[in-house]
C-alpha cells in the first residue's frame, strides 16, 4: 500500500512537474517566438525599403541615360536636315531619318515656335502654347544655345507615354524635336511597380506583406493577392486613431484571428508585415510533440540540422566566391573608416604594398600611393582625386564618384571612391577606394577617335577634325612660326571625266602621300573635298618656300599606274605676316592666294575660265531647269531651276522618275499634251531609247503658268561620263513659246 502510494506520488510529481514544464517551455516558445515573428518582420521591411530605395534609383538612372541618348538624337536629326535642307518638307524623307534612328516622331518648329514640319502632319501649326507638354519648351525661345528634354510625359493625343528632345539647328533658325516612346524605361516601371516588388519577396506560412499609401491606405501591393484594391482600413491592420508618423508594432484582428503587424514608413508608403497567432499555436504544439518523443526523433533532428549547416557552410562559400569575383575586377580595394582615417587593403598589388607603410592613415597612404604610381601629367588632379577633406561634399546625393589617370606600371586605370556606410546625418562613415585597369578600353576608345577624324582613303586629318582644330584656336592662339596652307589638285575632274574615277581616287592619294613626305614633318594636313585640302603647320619663315618647294618637287617627280602628272595650286598665309589676324581671316587670305595660283595654272593651260563662267550663265539664262539625271540610279543633281520649282504642288520628289511623273499628274501639263508627256518621261522608257544609241530627244508640251499654259520644250542628251550601265543624262527645260 505504501508502495503504491509512493508510486502514485511519483507519478503526480511526475505529472506536476511535466505540466510545469509544459508551461514554461509554452512560456519560453511563445516569448522566443514573438521575439523570431519581430526580428524576420524587421527583415522583411528592411528587404522591401531597400528594394523601393534601389528601384527608385535604377528608375532615376535610367531616366537620366534616356535623356542623354535622346538629345543626342536630335542633335543628330539636326546635324542631317543641316545637309539635306530638302528633307524639311519632305515627310517621307523625315520619316526615313526618324526609322534610320530609331525615334518615333519628328517635328520641326520655327523661330516662334511653331510646328511647321516633321513626320507627323496633324501637328502642324501647334505652338509652344498648344497644351502644358509643349509649353515645356518654351524656355528654348529665349537661348538658342539651349539644349531640353523631357521627363516621360502622357501623349494625350496618341493615348501613350512619350519623352521629347529638342535643339536649335546650327544657324538658330529652326529647332529640330525628336519624340521616343521609352519602351525601356517602362518596362523598367512595370517591372518596379509596387505589385511586383512585392511579388518578389518570400514569405513564410501565416505571414503577409502590405504596402499602402499613406494618405488614402489604399493597398497598392500585398503577398496576400486578394487584398489588392481595398484599404488598410477595410482589412484591418490599420485604424482610423493610429498615429502613422509613430506607429511601430500592435496585435490587430484579422478575418477574425489575432495577428501580429509590425510597421515601417517609407517616402509615400506604409509598409506592414502581419503574422497570424495561430501559427505560434501549431508550432507550440509541434514543438510539445517533438519534446515528448525527443528521443525518438534526435537522429532526424540531427540529420536536419547537418543538412542545414552543409547548405548554410555553401551560401558562405558561394558568397565568397561573389567577392572573389568581384575583387578580381579590381586593381586594388581600400575600405576607409572616415571617422579615424583608418584604412583596410581588401585587394591590393604587390607593387602598391611595397609602397604602403603599415599604420599609415589613409590621407598619408593615399598621398603616397598617388606619388609613387601616377605620371606627372596626372599628379595634381589625381591628388585633389583623393582628397577625403572634400570627399563628403563630392559624394552628396550620390553611390560613387570616379575619376581617370595614367599609372606608370600598368597604363589607365579608373580610381573610384564608392559609399558604404553613412550616419543618421548622412554624413560618410566608410567608402571603399577601388581602382581598376582600363588601358584596353582607352586604346580602343583612342583607336575609334582616330578613325572618325580621318580620311578614310588618305589617311589625312578629315573636315571634321579640320573643323573642331578650327574652332580651338580662338582659345589657344597660334605660335609666330604658324603657316596655314589651302592647297587644289590642278586637273581632277578631268581625269575623272577622261580615264574615270579609278584614275582620280589615283590622283588623290597621290596627293596626300607627297603631303605625308613635306608638309606632314611639320603640322597636320586635312582632306576637306574632293581635291581640296589644308595643311596648318608650324615653320620658321625662312624656311616656308623650302617646305613648298619640296611638295611641288614630290608632286613633279609622282608618277601613278593610270596617271602620269600631278601638281597643286597653293595659297599660304602666316601669322607672322598678319599678327592681328585670327586663323579664319588668314585662312581667307590663303583660299585668296590660292585661287590666284589656280588662275595662273589654267592660264598657261589655255583655259579661260571666266569664259567658262559666263557660258554657264549664259546657258542658265536660256533654260528654266537644266538637271544632270542618273536613268540607272534614278537620281538627279540639280544644276539650275527656280526654288519655287521644288514643291510637292508640282510634283517635287527625290527621285526623278516619281518627280517627272507628279509633274504631269498634278495638272502642270496640259490635258491634250499629258499622255505622250507620260510616255516619253516614263523612266524605262528613256532607258531603251538612249540604250539604243540615241543621241538625245525632245518633248513639247504645254506647261501650267500663272497666266496659262505656255509651250515648252524637254530635250534629253547623254553626259560625257554616260554608258550603257550608268546612264548620265543632261536635262534642259526651255519655254519657246513666242
Known amino acids: ?111 516662334n515656335g511653331v510646328i511647321y514640319g516633321g513626320t507627323v502632319p496633324a501637328y502642324y501649326g501647334l505652338t509652344f502654347d498648344s497644351g502644358e507638354q509643349v509649353g515645356f519648351f518654351k524656355p528654348m525661345l529665349e537661348d538658342k544655345h539651349l539644349t531640353m528634354c523631357q521627363d516621360v510625359t502622357p501623349n494625350t493625343a496618341a493615348s501613350k507615354s512619350m519623352m521629347y528632345a529638342i535643339t536649335w539647328n546650327k544657324a538658330g533658325t529652326y529647332m529640330v524635336q525628336v519624340g521616343i516612346e521609352p519602351v525601356r524605361l517602362l518596362e523598367e516601371f512595370k ?19 502590405y504596402i499602402a499609401d499613406v494618405e488614402t491606405g489604399e493597398i497598392l501591393g500585398a503577398t496576400d493577392k486578394s487584398s489588392i484594391g481595398r484599404t488598410a482600413y477595410e482589412i484591418g491592420f490599420l485604424d482610423d486613431k493610429d498615429n502613422l508618423q509613430t506607429i511601430e508594432s500592435k496585435t490587430v484582428n484579422l478575418v477574425g ?41 534526435a537522429g532526424a533532428i540531427i540529420t536536419v ?52 607603410k603599415q599604420g599609415q592613415n589613409a590621407a598619408d597612404m593615399l598621398n ?17 582625386f583623393v582628397d577625403l577633406s572634400t570627399l563628403q561634399e563630392r559624394l552628396k546625393n550620390k553611390k560613387s564618384v570616379f575619376m581617370d589617370a595614367i599609372d606608370k606600371n600598368v597604363g589607365w586605370i579608373r580610381m573610384s571612391f564608392i559609399t558604404v556606410e ?85 590622283l588623290i592619294k597621290g596627293a596626300a602621300m607627297c603631303f605625308k613626305r613635306t608638309i606632314g614633318n611639320y603640322g597636320r594636313i586635312y582632306r576637306t573635298g574632293g581635291d581640296e585640302f589644308v595643311a596648318m603647320f608650324f615653320v620658321d619663315a625662312d624656311h616656308i618656300d623650302e617646305v613648298i618647294n ?82 540607272t540610279e534614278d537620281t538627279y543633281g540639280i544644276i539650275n531651276m527656280d526654288i519655287a520649282e521644288q514643291t510637292k504642288e508640282k510634283g517635287f520628289s527625290n527621285k526623278i522618275s516619281e518627280w517627272l511623273y507628279e509633274f504631269g499628274k498634278t495638272g502642270q501639263v496640259h490635258e491634250d499634251d499629258l499622255e505622250d508627256y507620260l510616255e516619253k518621261t516614263n523612266i524605262e522608257y528613256l532607258k531603251k531609247y538612249f540604250k539604243d544609241d540615241k543621241t538625245s530627244i525632245s518633248i513639247h508640251y504645254r506647261r501650267k503658268y500663272e497666266d496659262g499654259f505656255k509651250q515648252v520644250v524637254m530635250e534629253l542628251i547623254p553626259a560625257n561620263d554616260y554608258s550603257t550601265e550608268n546612264q548620265s543624262l543632261f536635262l534642259y527645260v526651255k519655254n519657246i513659246d513666242k
Request: hydrophobic fraction near 40%; include cysteine; aromatic fraction near 8%.
Open 305 to 356: 540540422t547537418l543538412f542545414k549547416l552543409v547548405n548554410a557552410n555553401k551560401r558562405i562559400k558561394d558568397q565568397m566566391s561573389i567577392l572573389t569575383s568581384v575583387s578580381d575586377i579590381y586593381y586594388s580595394m581600400h575600405l576607409i573608416d572616415m571617422n579615424d582615417y583608418s584604412i583596410e587593403t581588401l585587394e591590393g598589388n604587390e607593387l602598391m604594398q611595397n609602397v604602403v
Open 191 to 209: 517591372q518596379n511597380s509596387i505589385h511586383e516588388v512585392v511579388n518578389q519577396m518570400t514569405v513564410y506560412d501565416g505571414m503577409n506583406i
Open 550 to 631: 619640296d611638295l611641288n618637287n614630290e608632286a613633279i617627280n609622282w608618277v601613278g599606274t593610270q596617271v602620269d602628272a600631278l601638281s597643286f595650286s597653293i595659297g599660304y598665309a602666316t601669322k607672322q605676316e598678319f599678327p592681328n589676324e585670327t586663323v579664319v581671316e588668314i585662312a581667307k587670305i590663303a583660299d585668296e592666294r590660292m585661287y590666284k595660283d589656280k588662275e595662273q595654272y589654267y592660264s598657261k593651260k589655255g583655259v579661260d575660265r571666266r569664259g567658262q563662267a559666263a557660258a554657264h550663265t549664259a546657258l542658265c539664262n536660256l533654260y528654266t531647269k537644266i538637271l544632270k539625271i542618273n536613268l
Open 1 to 111: 500500500m505504501k508502495q503504491k502510494s509512493i508510486k502514485s506520488k511519483i507519478m503526480i510529481y511526475m505529472v506536476l512537474f511535466l505540466c510545469i514544464a509544459i508551461v514554461i517551455e509554452t512560456a519560453i516558445l511563445s516569448y522566443a517566438n514573438k521575439k523570431q515573428v519581430k526580428r524576420t518582420s524587421q527583415i522583411l521591411l528592411d528587404q522591401v525599403e531597400n528594394i523601393l530605395i534601389a528601384n527608385d534609383q535604377n528608375e532615376q538612372d535610367i531616366l537620366e541615360s534616356l535623356k542623354v541618348e535622346y538629345t543626342e538624337s536630335a542633335n543628330t536629326v539636326s546635324y542631317i536636315l543641316e545637309y539635306n535642307e530638302e528633307a524639311q518638307d519632305d515627310i517621307e524623307e523625315l520619316q526615313k531619318i526618324a526609322d534610320m534612328m530609331g525615334i518615333d516622331e519628328i517635328h520641326l518648329f520655327d523661330e
Open 257 to 297: 484571428y489575432k495577428h501580429f503587424c509590425n510597421y515601417r514608413i517609407y517616402d509615400s508608403y506604409i509598409i506592414a508585415v502581419v503574422h497570424s497567432t495561430s501559427a505560434n499555436v501549431e508550432s507550440f504544439i509541434v514543438s510539445i510533440g517533438i519534446e515528448v518523443i525527443w528521443l525518438l526523433v
Open 422 to 506: 553613412t550616419d543618421i546625418n548622412q554624413a560618410l562613415t566608410k567608402v571603399l577606394l577601388t581602382t581598376q585597369i582600363i588601358d584596353d578600353d582607352k586604346k580602343r576608345e583612342e583607336e575609334l577617335s582616330y578613325k572618325a577624324n580621318r580620311d578614310e582613303m588618305t589617311g589625312l586629318m578629315n573636315r571634321q577634325a579640320y573643323e573642331d582644330d578650327m574652332m580651338n584656336f580662338p582659345d589657344v592662339p597660334p605660335e609666330q612660326n604658324f603657316v596655314y596652307a589651302a592647297i587644289d589638285i590642278n586637273g581632277l575632274k578631268v581625269v575623272n571625266d577622261e580615264l574615270g574615277h579609278a584614275a582620280g581616287d589615283e
Open 368 to 384: 603616397t600611393i598617388i606619388h609613387g604610381a601616377i605620371i606627372e601629367e596626372y599628379l595634381i588632379p589625381s591628388l585633389e
